[in-house]
Nanobody, 121 residues
Framework: QVQLVESGGGLVQAGGSLRLSCAAS????????MGWYRQAPGKQRELVAA???????RYADSVKGRFTVSRDNAKNMVYLQMNSLKPEDTAVYYC???????????????WGKGTLVTVSS
């Protein structure tokens, strides 16, 4: 089994910053892509930012230039530095990881339970 645990959410004023962290643990052989999604009330879950094990990254257009995703592969962790936050960034942020285990060589997607980010205007 694999567990993802997020931390770092909270309430911040518009223009402020937050840093989210996600730690993966369990029966992990390796992790391919690892990143963040978010879901605002009444909306579908969307990709925010993701990073491959090789360091390639991709971002939603709405966060480019404001958010930065990074990984610590040795610790199986991924981070999301969020700057210049806007009220429209308010959402539950979920950590996602494509994990390779000894029984799933192509990898299986795992999700954290989410952490709430609220940006006040």
């Amino acid at each position: 089994q694999v567990q993802l645990v997020e931390s770092g959410g909270g309430l911040v004023q518009a223009g402020g910053s937050l840093r989210l962290s996600c730690a993966a643990s369990g029966s992990i052989f390796s992790i391919n892509a690892m990143g963040w999604y978010r879901q605002a009330p009444g909306k579908q879950r969307e990709l925010v930012a993701a990073s491959t094990s090789g360091g390639n990254t991709r971002y939603a257009d709405s966060v480019k230039g404001r958010f930065t995703v990074s990984r610590d592969n040795a610790k199986n962790m991924v981070y999301l530095q969020m700057n210049s936050l806007k009220p429209e960034d308010t959402a539950v942020y979920y950590c996602n990881a494509r994990v390779v285990t000894t029984t799933s060589i192509y990898g299986v997607d795992y999700w954290g339970k989410g952490t709430l980010v609220t940006v006040s205007s």
